[in-house]
T-cell receptor, first 109, second 115 residues
Framework: GQNIDQPTEMTATEGAIVQINCTYQ??????LFWYQQHAGEAPTFLSY??LDGLEEKGRFSSFLSRSKGYSYLLLKELQMKDSASYLC??????????WGAGTKLIIKP | IAGITQAPTSQILAAGRRMTLRCTQD?????MYWYRQDLGLGLRLIHY???????GKGEVPDGYSVSRANTDDFPLTLASAVPSQTSVYFC??????????????FGPGTRLTVL
């Protein structure tokens, strides 16, 4: 079957670094997405990886290992506004997204 | 440019009533999707459409129907609402097959309560 696993909740301190992990199993693979979702709002696109390696976008980086079915999102210099849920989604052979339940990130001062 | 709009923003509905959630995008994306999001669960695909005139069933299609008469609009209908359909509904669109990242863009959501 198709499955995405990510931690339910994580806590980090303002100014620190946090890594959110995601493992996936899909029928075919066409890339791995990370989305951010603030409470009561819609998900917004953060990053996309289809090749192995690290993609950096400012304070946010995303890593993919296709052979391990593994990705992580790295957030640096955490700010209070980064408090949100982070959704991992894998694109399957039909380009449908299979979604994880999301990781709620709590930032403490 | 609005992107994707959904209506209504929220709705309280009596069980057994018919309800249509509206979704319109102005990005000329070929693919559109309807998801429901429930606490503790990931986004679950209800129905999708890869191009105008075609639709497909997602993971949880029972009790819902869709149509795609044109590129911009993708309404979701609950023929006879039940309390288990209480959820937040998101419409999304993407430029499928363009060779790019094909990321999905989401509307603001409709919060539906069925009593």
């Amino acid at each position: 079957g198709q499955n995405i696993d990510q931690p339910t909740e994580m806590t980090a301190t303002e100014g620190a670094i946090v890594q959110i992990n995601c493992t996936y199993q899909t029928s075919g693979f066409n890339g791995l997405f990370w989305y951010q979702q603030h409470a009561g709002e819609a998900p917004t696109f953060l990053s996309y990886n289809v090749l192995d390696g690290l993609e950096e976008k400012g304070r946010f980086s995303s890593f993919l290992s296709r052979s391990k079915g593994y990705s992580y999102l790295l957030l640096k210099e955490l700010q209070m506004k980064d408090s949100a849920s982070y959704l991992c989604a894998a694109s399957d052979s039909n380009y449908q997204l299979i979604w994880g339940a999301g990781t709620k990130l709590i930032i403490k001062p | 440019i609005a992107g994707i709009t959904q209506a209504p923003t929220s709705q309280i509905l009596a069980a057994g009533r018919r309800m249509t959630l509206r979704c319109t995008q102005d990005m000329r994306h070929n693919a559109m999707y309807w998801y429901r999001q429930d606490l503790g669960l990931g986004l679950r695909l209800i129905h999708y459409s890869n191009t105008a005139g075609t639709t497909g069933k997602g993971e949880v299609p029972d009790g819902y129907s869709v149509s795609r008469a044109n590129t911009d609009d993708f309404p979701l209908t609950l023929a006879s609402a039940v309390p288990s359909q209480t959820s937040v509904y998101f419409c999304a669109s993407s430029d499928l097959g363009s060779g790019g990242e094909n990321e999905q863009f989401f509307g603001p959501g409709t919060r539906l309560t069925v009593l």
